[in-house]
């Protein structure tokens, strides 16, 4: 159980363009998901917290027009990268909170999308 | 911002042998979660600790909640080729809060 899903796993796009990555919890509700981002040889950098029905919430220094986070229902969050730039080209991870009871959050990670940037 | 101090950064181990890692912060938390993440996949979540003295088995892993609550660790016994990967720790300050990242220690195993 607890799985989450993330499509696409790559994409390559042309610099200006606008991409959208899907983050899909398969076997539980999430009211919580989070989107990362992740540099080679370094930990995970939290973007944004996404809530399902509200506004999503932006760590300092990331931009909510650039990063646009929808999170329409309690299994699926999107996160779509609006004209991209080669410094864009990272990869990017999902997470959506599981909680099993009080006191029980736990984060379950998507096996991430790998955004190239022309 | 909150950190974790996760130690060592890395380890390079003969096949067979023991290992551990820890994390320390200043902070309590309420829970600790101990993930595994290989070359271009999402970080897998290996033990999920929720109350302070817990101590938890998964297979060869071995991970406890530090009474304080400041700090944990993680035991890897007999090590083989394939624990080969980053090990990350990360720590929920609140309930349904963000998760707090260890910067990661990244496990060698040589045959």
């Known amino acids: 159980g607890a799985v989450v899903s993330q499509h696409p796993s790559r994409v390559i796009c042309k610099s200006g363009t606008s991409v959208k990555i899907e983050c899909r919890s398969l076997?539980?509700?999430?009211?919580?998901m989070f989107w990362y981002r992740q540099f080679p040889k370094q930990s995970l950098m939290l973007m944004a917290t996404s809530n399902e029905g509200s506004k999503a919430t932006y760590e300092q220094g990331v931009e909510k027009d650039k990063f646009l986070i929808n999170h329409a229902s309690l299994t699926l969050s999107t996160l779509t990268v609006t004209s991209a730039h080669p410094e864009d080209s990272s990869f990017y991870i999902c997470?959506?909170?599981?909680?099993?009871?009080?006191?029980?959050?736990?984060?379950?990670f998507g096996p991430g999308t790998r955004l190239t940037v022309l | 911002g909150q950190q974790l101090n996760q130690s060592p950064q890395s380890m390079f181990i003969q096949e067979g042998e023991d290992v551990s890692m820890n994390c320390t912060s200043s902070?309590?938390?309420?829970?600790w979660l101990w993930y595994k993440q290989e070359p271009g996949e999402g970080p897998v979540l290996l033990i999920a600790l929720y109350k302070a003295g817990e101590l938890t088995s998964n297979g060869r892993l071995t991970a406890q909640f530090g009474i304080t609550r400041k700090d944990s660790f993680l035991n890897i016994s007999a090590s083989i080729p394939s624990d080969v990967g980053i090990y990350f720790c990360?720590?929920?300050?609140?309930?349904?809060?963000?998760?707090?990242f260890g910067q990661g220690t990244e496990l060698s195993v040589k045959p």
């Open positions: 997470s959506a909170n599981h909680r099993q009871g009080a006191l029980t959050d736990t984060q379950y």
């Open positions: 076997d539980f509700q999430a009211t919580t």
């Open positions: 990360a720590g929920h300050l609140r309930q349904g809060g963000k998760l707090i």
């Open positions: 902070s309590i938390f309420n829970t």
